[in-house]
């Protein structure tokens, strides 16, 4: 059993990732993939910066009123600056590379039924569940 894990919330969570990445659709025709959201920031004469800075900005804000409301969760981070860093650039070469993240494609794509997405959501999951057998099995750590 994993620890604290609360099915309500974890309902509720996903019932707003649901419902915003339908909204974010209906109203823009949009899909709420975020590395696309966020990558569009940075791409010039797109003219729509304005929804993609409130979507980022509402994960934050929605982020930090969970944590003020239900307190927040205790983490430790054992990596070093340089790992986190070059961590995050493989994530956003990856994105870019698959066209697409998690987000984008396990939930708007899957909902599509766009079988790019099908496939990437596979891969990224046999991806997730091999570096967990590692970690756990052959590396040592939970």
Known sequence: MVEGFTPGSA????????LAATALYAATGRTAGISGIAGGL???????????LLFLAGLVV??????LVGGAPMM???A???VLV?????VGFGTQLGRGCTSGH???GIARLSRRSI?????????AAATVFVMRHIVGRA
């Open 119 to 127: 496939v990437a959501t596979v891969v990224f999951m046999a991806a």
């Open 76 to 78: 430790r981070i054992e």
């Open 62 to 67: 929605g982020a930090g009123a969970m944590g």
């Open 11 to 18: 309902l509720v969570g996903g019932a707003l990732i649901g």
């Open 86 to 90: 070059l961590g995050g650039l493989l």
């Open 80 to 82: 070093s600056w340089v």
């Open 42 to 52: 940075f791409r010039s004469g797109t003219g729509d910066r304005g929804w993609r």
């Open 106 to 108: 396990g939930i708007c």
